[in-house]
């Protein structure tokens, strides 16, 4: 009878382990499920998110020639943010385009302040956040001057692009807000323009450059290694490059 009471007491134990554990394993499949089923949720989301900002961008872009229509600089900033913030550049390469020429158009125009995209380094809310994110989209053309192909012909006007966004944001001579009575502001816009440049430079701009200077040799002249890029003798052959 001991041996029996015995018997029955390991069984009863190993059954209770056996139990613990299987209550153990069926909590960690559930907490391994909820897991999962977050991360496919999350990843869900963000893609519907992303999907629509795209929508968002591309509806922008389709509703107004970049070239033609003059829209607020405040307008183009915050469409800016929107595609740098799910920015990837094959999937993105022609929205970032016509981001480029869009802002480019909005230098463009006279005697039109709020259509500048430049302007809004003057204003006291957005002039951190307008300096970040043209660094970063300058960066952008960066990357994309790196993978383009002059011999090809839309990588060539895509290259005239770019070129000409990195001459435009590192070099005040062209800013119309800088005209007459904005003659003020230019000792603060040149020094926007070196801290510009001071990014673009830790970034590996130079190496860049020597890949424009290798395709385009009276593209650009170098000034000494810590000082800014002086584009004025490349000028005239992207305004040439423009007018073709």
């Not at 990837?88 to 006279?110: G, T, Y």
């Not at 993978?147 to 435009?168: A, F, G, H, N």
């Not at 200077?213 to 170098?222: A, H």
Request: some cysteine; proline content about 2%.
């Amino acid at each position: 009878m001991f041996t029996l009471s015995q018997t029955s007491r390991a069984w009863f134990i190993d059954r209770a382990r056996q139990a613990r554990e299987e209550r153990l394993v069926q909590k960690e499949r559930e907490r391994a499920a909820v897991v999962i089923q977050a991360h496919v949720r999350s990843f869900l989301c963000r893609s519907r998110l992303q999907r629509d900002i795209r929508r968002e961008i591309d509806d922008f872009f389709k509703a107004h020639d970049p070239e033609s229509t003059k829209r607020s600089a405040l307008c183009i900033f915050k469409i800016a943010r929107k595609l740098l913030f799910l920015f990837r550049i094959k999937e993105d390469n022609e929205r970032f385009e016509k981001l480029c020429r869009s802002i480019l158009s909005s230098m463009d125009a006279e005697n039109e302040p709020k259509v500048w995209y430049v302007s809004l380094a003057c204003s006291k809310d957005l002039t951190l956040l307008w300096i970040k994110q043209i660094k970063n989209i300058l960066w952008y053309c960066c990357d994309f001057l790196k993978q383009l192909k002059p011999e090809i012909l839309q990588d060539s006007r895509l290259i005239t692009l770019y070129l000409t966004m990195l001459v435009t944001f590192t070099d005040t001579s062209t800013w119309k807000i800088l005209r007459g009575k904005g003659e003020s502001l230019r000792p603060a816009m040149n020094h926007v323009c070196a801290n510009i440049m001071g990014h673009l430079n830790q970034h590996g701009f130079y190496s860049v450059l020597q890949c424009c200077d290798g395709l385009f040799p009276d593209l650009v002249s170098y000034a000494s290694h810590n000082n800014p890029v002086r584009w004025s003798v490349g000028r005239s052959w992207y305004d040439w490059q423009l007018s073709h």
